[in-house]
């Protein structure tokens, strides 16, 4: 059997880690687990409280921890830019037997700021109101990742599918499924 894998992302809001996701799902067929989709899904009018987001991660964290014990790799689909976080989820995948990879999207700051913050645009599959103070305060408390978590950089400005298989190879047998 294949050792699963556990995917988390980092970068600025716009950066394209969904984008990045989509094609790694595709590229590995690992289980997507898209934050933005279930917290719709959980809150029909979310708040992104902080009681809302506690109860949307304990969620995610028991789904993911399920999955990779039962040997399925999961791309966790969030923006993990505390090392904090990072770190809580590598100790979960280390629990189930799980590999962690943690993919960096350089996307440069100009780019990310547009696709977030531009008025006309509809993102994940909603229309996301975020001002231009929404997205520096998300910036300025990015914590980068350092050498020793081996993040492993894109452009997310260039991303394919070949260039991550190249990367990742198939990683998981079960068919690819979006969550």
Same mark, same amino acid.
């Given at each position: 059997?294949?050792?699963?894998?556990?995917?988390? $992302?980092?970068?600025? /809001?716009?950066?394209?880690?969904?984008?990045?996701? *989509?094609?790694?799902?595709?590229?590995?067929?690992? +289980?997507?687990?898209?934050?933005? @989709?279930?917290?719709?899904?959980?809150?029909?009018?979310?708040?992104?409280?902080?009681?809302?987001?506690?109860?949307?991660?304990?969620?995610? @964290?028991?789904?993911?921890?399920? $999955?990779?014990?039962?040997?399925?790799?999961? &791309?966790?689909?969030? @923006?993990?830019?505390?090392?904090? #976080?990072? #770190?809580?989820?590598?100790? &979960?995948?280390? %629990?189930?037997?799980?590999?962690? =990879?943690?993919?960096? $999207?350089?996307?440069?700051? %100009?780019?990310?700021?547009?696709?977030?913050?531009?008025?006309?645009?509809?993102? !994940?599959?909603?229309?996301? @109101?975020?001002?231009?103070?929404?997205? %520096? !305060? &998300?910036? =300025?408390?990015?914590?980068?990742?350092?050498?020793?978590? !081996?993040?492993? *950089?894109?452009?997310? +400005?260039? $991303? #394919?599918?070949?260039?991550?298989?190249?990367?990742?190879?198939?990683?998981?047998?079960? /068919? +690819?499924?979006?969550?």
């Amino acid at each position: 059997m294949i050792k699963p894998k556990l995917f988390l $992302l980092v970068g600025y /809001p716009g950066a394209g880690k969904t984008t990045a996701s *989509k094609v790694l799902e595709e590229a590995t067929g690992a +289980t997507h687990l898209w934050a933005d @989709n279930v917290r719709w899904e959980m809150f029909t009018q979310p708040h992104h409280t902080a009681q809302e987001s506690r109860e949307l991660y304990e969620h995610l @964290n028991d789904q993911t921890a399920q $999955l990779l014990r039962s040997g399925r790799s999961v &791309i966790f689909d969030t @923006n993990f830019n505390y090392r904090a #976080d990072r #770190d809580y989820l590598r100790h &979960i995948a280390e %629990e189930n037997g799980a590999e962690t =990879f943690l993919i960096w $999207l350089t996307t440069p700051l %100009e780019i990310a700021h547009e696709r977030a913050v531009h008025s006309d645009t509809t993102r !994940n599959g909603y229309t996301v @109101n975020m001002t231009h103070e929404m997205f %520096e !305060n &998300i910036v =300025f408390k990015l914590e980068e990742p350092t050498e020793d978590e !081996n993040p492993i *950089k894109f452009d997310g +400005t260039k $991303l #394919d599918v070949q260039q991550l298989k190249a990367q990742f190879g198939k990683h998981a047998e079960a /068919p +690819t499924k979006t969550l």
